[in-house]
């Protein structure tokens, strides 16, 4: 009865390890797919954070996105493409 009991313990661990490696995995491709991009963020975050200017494609993407968003529109400035003739 005691080695059905170590057996079963084993196999949770070994459980385990195999979830904490396919995590492992996981993260380790997400890092290569997404790491400039956050290495970038975290920069100018931290260049922010110590009294400097961001320069990273972070901060043009935000520049930009904040002066389309304090353009004044009207109906006369709306366009459509229809895509046809």
């Given at each position: 009865?005691?080695?059905?009991?170590?057996?079963?313990?084993?196999?949770?661990?070994?459980e385990y390890?195999?979830?904490?490696?396919?995590?492992?995995?996981?993260?380790?491709?997400?890092?290569?797919?997404?790491?400039?991009?956050?290495?970038?963020?975290?920069?100018?975050?931290?260049?922010?954070?110590?009294?400097?200017?961001?320069?990273?494609?972070?901060?043009?993407?935000?520049?930009?996105?904040?002066?389309?968003?304090?353009?004044?529109?009207?109906?006369?400035?709306?366009?459509?493409?229809?895509?046809?003739?």
């Amino acid at each position: 009865m005691f080695k059905q009991r170590t057996k079963q313990l084993g196999q949770g661990m070994t459980e385990y390890i195999v979830i904490v490696a396919l995590v492992a995995i996981s993260a380790i491709a997400v890092y290569n797919l997404f790491g400039d991009t956050v290495r970038g963020q975290v920069g100018d975050l931290a260049a922010e954070l110590g009294g400097g200017t961001s320069q990273g494609t972070g901060a043009t993407a935000a520049a930009q996105a904040q002066t389309a968003g304090q353009a004044q529109t009207t109906l006369g400035s709306f366009s459509q493409d229809e895509g046809g003739n």
